[in-house]
């Protein structure tokens, strides 16, 4: 399973951008749908997360501006960024979470999408 995440780019503060992740195929018994980020010279850390019931969750520092959603049917994550600030500027990575055979856990990860806040 391969996820291809899509959707960053240049914005000004206070802009918007909506990314967008798509499996290329169905994953089964999905636990989680996610997005990270990851700074340069600062660890990744977790934006916004997603649960197969809907119960989503917010890092701090996003809370009341990032949106998080799914689309089952068409495999798909997304993320609503709005007013942007420059302290957003990252690679976005997109994450999704699975119950594996024997209770393993299986993440799969995007490649990256870059956004970048700036005047």
């Known amino acids: 399973v391969q996820l291809q995440a899509s959707g960053g780019g240049l914005v000004q503060p206070g802009g918007s951008l909506r990314l967008s992740c798509t499996a290329s195929r169905r994953i089964p018994a999905i636990n989680a749908l996610g997005w990270y980020r990851q700074a340069p010279g600062r660890p990744r850390e977790l934006v916004a997360v997603i649960t197969s019931s809907d119960r989503t969750n917010y890092a701090d520092s996003v809370k009341g501006r990032f949106t998080i959603s799914r689309d089952s049917a068409k495999n798909s994550v997304y993320l609503q960024l709005n007013n942007l600030k420059p302290e957003d500027t990252a690679v976005y990575y997109c994450?999704?979470?699975?119950w594996g055979s024997g209770g393993m856990v299986n993440n799969y990860w995007g490649q990256g999408t870059l956004v970048t806040v700036s005047s």
């Open positions: 994450n999704m979470e699975a």
